[in-house]
């Protein structure tokens, strides 16, 4: 017997997973061609530090270990932080940060779907405070500087931090696009001196700008298959580069445009594999919509104005903490309510 065209079938998380995971893959290749096999090192690092304490704490909370274990939220996790740290980050910082993504931000609350803040950013965000010249460490991508590490060297600089003799880290180091701007506008460079940096491309960082690209891709792929809804991300998008292009508008001397900021950091990360996370997040459609626009307006607030070049996870852990609040004075009007206000007050 055929069910009621109304009854529509859950997606098991296996494979919402799986396609969130597969949603990545272009990004992944791209940030590796561009960065080297530190990104899929930090990937690996990251996914079996998230896994194997996804298991302690099952087995501690006397859980099925095989299902969750299983059920790819832990690998995901794992790879959206692992994306947010530089490539060539000392390995203990990335499992570090998976424990504590997983066994703080994610079974201290309950485990999966019971957790506030959103778990990779909770790991990327105690990492950065608690080590932020270690975070800020990023090797320039491929061909912007004479000199770069091959795969052996980097996987030595990795695990024990030491490099080929005569070879010092500061001379493959470069700083981010969004650094770059915010540290030279503060020493009073205009944007035209900037912007001739052969760290930058067409509309933002080179490799950076193509990587962000991939995630744009990727999150398309999310929204074919209707697995993340199209309000959060675009309006994330929109409140960024809206909020950007009014003071780039105003002073363009000091004030990059908005495509910089969306081909620039973790913007597309953000609006589409981040933001969307339909845990830490309201439920109603109104909430999504504030909860996107706050997440972009505090990240744009946090690059120009804060201590941070990116603020993507510190706008997005702000507002996990105010989900619940927007749900609660975002509810809808329960069916056949509204009217019967509307005819109380009017017979008053």
Partial sequence: MNTSPFFIKPTPLQVVMFKVALALVPAIAVYTY?????????????TIAALVTEAFCLKLRNYPIKPFVTDGSAIVTAWLMALSFP???????IVVAAVLSIALAKHMYGGLGQNTFNPAMVGFAIMIVSFPAQMSRWAAPFGVLPQSL????????????????????????????LDTVKTQLMQHASMSHIFQSPLFGSIGGIGTEWITAAYLLGGLYLLWQKLIPW?????????????AGIFHLVDPAHYTSPLFHWFSGAAMLGAFFIVTDPVTGPTTPLGRVIFA????????LIRVFGGYP???????????????????????AVFGRKGQQKKAGAQS
């Fill in 87 to 93: 490539p060539l980050a000392p390995w203990w910082m």
């Fill in 293 to 300: 626009a706050l997440i972009g307006l505090l990240t744009y």
């Fill in 310 to 332: 990116d603020g993507v996870a510190f706008a997005v852990l702000i507002m996990n903490l105010a989900a619940p609040f927007i749900d609660q004075y975002t509810q809808p």
């Fill in 231 to 243: 309000q959060i991300p675009v309006t994330f998008l929109a409140v960024l580069g809206g909020v």
């Fill in 34 to 46: 561009s960065f080297g096999i530190g990104v899929l090192v930090q990937i690996t690092l990251a």
């Fill in 150 to 177: 091959d795969w052996s060297a980097q996987l030595s600089w990795i695990f024990t931090g030491h490099l080929p003799a005569g070879l010092a880290f500061d001379a493959i180091a470069s700083a981010t696009p």
